[in-house]
């Protein structure tokens, strides 16, 4: 196990390059002996493997990694910076990069990490189907928001059939007086001409 000198030497490394990027400090822990009975390089060097997770979660992450306290989110870190486990086999638990070597440290640099997926908002439907329309003849300009639901629409109708009714009365009314207007105008000129013959009769 390490010592409380080793592992404050190690939060003191840690302090002063904060911004290491997740490849680097992953190199770092394989490097140090300490954390080998832990995690430790496969014999081939192209590949690690995590023995004990409990242990590495609560003794080595704390140190390396400050935003990173669940086991959970070191895998998907590993995810999101493009390593591969593996499922079967002799070396199943074994984690690889291409570009994550022990004998090749500088590969490291050539690896990235994913962006993290947006999350998509959705806005909720509304049930009833509404528009809008402006008051014109009023000149208020207020927007307003029919509700189109059957009741409505019958109550509607209804209203629409009575509006037609007076509508049709009112146009049989100025039908009528116009027609009386017309016979009414007609009669007037016949008047003075009859009493101009009766005159030239009487002369």
């Not at 014999?43 to 086991?71: C, D, N, Q």
């Not at 638990?93 to 070597?101: I, S, T, V």
Request: aromatic share 10%; with cysteine.
């Amino acid at each position: 196990m390490s010592s409380p000198t080793t592992n404050n030497a190690i939060s003191s490394i840690i302090d002063d390059d904060i911004c290491m990027p997740f490849p680097q400090r992953l190199m770092e822990i394989l490097s140090n002996e300490d954390n080998l009975h832990i995690i430790n390089w496969l014999p081939h060097g192209k590949g690690f493997v995590i023995y004990k997770k409990k242990e590495f979660a609560r003794s080595i992450m704390p140190l390396y990694f400050r935003h990173t306290s669940k086991w959970t989110s070191f895998t998907r870190k590993l995810n999101r910076w493009g390593f591969d486990r593996v499922s079967s086999g002799p070396e199943m638990g074994a984690y690889y990069h291409k570009f994550f070597q022990r004998d090749e440290p500088r590969l490291c640099h050539q690896m990235f990490c994913e962006a993290k997926p947006v999350r998509k908002i959705t806005a909720a439907v509304p049930k009833k189907e509404t528009f809008t329309c402006v008051d014109v003849p009023n000149q208020t300009q207020q927007k307003e928001t029919l509700d189109m639901s059957p009741e409505s629409i019958a109550q509607f109708n209804q209203q629409l059939r009575v509006l037609l009714k007076q509508q049709s009365e009112l146009t049989q009314q100025l039908y009528r007086q116009f027609r009386e207007n017309n016979q009414t105008h007609a009669r007037q000129p016949n008047r003075p001409q009859h009493k101009a013959v009766n005159r030239a009769t009487a002369a």
